[in-house]
């Protein structure tokens, strides 16, 4: 069954905390720059302590010296997994998977969820075609460095999902029918995710923005059991 990760995207430690109490223990969560930057190394350190799988997702995209020292400082956290940027090339990426070793694991952002054709072809600075082609191009530069998964939206999990070849498949934008996309772009359902390669789903507002996060949480959870 696929894992579900819940994307603690607080602005500060103590609506972070609040939203921890009301979750199983040992739920997994994503820490991103927002709560990071807010609550700092030792915030995440206590997560891991208390057996929370953390996904640290800060999409280091840097030189390849730059990324591996973040790379080693971030393994010593005791985390799960950490995000780096197929944009930054294969150097880069070749650097992030030998600093990481058997300590954490590394997946590469292909195309961010907030992108359309149109943002995309602005950051490029030329005409995409299709944005399936250009995350096929970048997950296959990425696993040919050695990443241990890719991220991707579920529109793109019928070209990412045969070449990662086993490793991990990291799907963000997860929402239940009806949920609210916010500014997600290309959003799918548990089941549309699962069935389209997912082994890890990201869930953010539906579950940290509820009224109750436990029985959200519940409810994703029920939505991949069934």
Known sequence: MAELIVALD?????????????????AAVKVGSVLMTAAGPGFVRGLTAAGHPVFLDLKWHDIP??????????????????TVHALGGRAMLEAAVEAAGDAVRVVAV????????????????????????EVSRLAGMAVGAGVHGLVCSAAELPVVAPIAAGRR????GIRRPGDAPGDQQ?????????????????????ITAA???????????DLLEG
């Open 186 to 206: 290309r959003t799918a359902t548990p089941a549309e995710a699962v069935r389209g390669g997912a082994t890890h789903l990201v869930v953010g507002r539906p």
């Open 211 to 221: 009224a109750d996060p436990g029985a959200a949480w519940q409810a994703f959870r």
């Open 65 to 82: 010296n730059t990324v591996a020292g973040a790379i080693r400082s971030a393994a010593e956290l005791g985390l799960d997994m950490v």
């Open 110 to 133: 292909t195309v961010l969820t907030s992108h359309d054709l149109a943002s995309f072809e602005a950051v490029l600075g030329r005409p995409v075609d299709d944005l399936r082609l």
């Open 10 to 26: 607080h602005t500060e430690a103590a609506a972070a905390v609040a939203c921890l109490d009301a979750l199983p223990d040992g």
């Open 169 to 172: 498949v990291v799907v963000p």
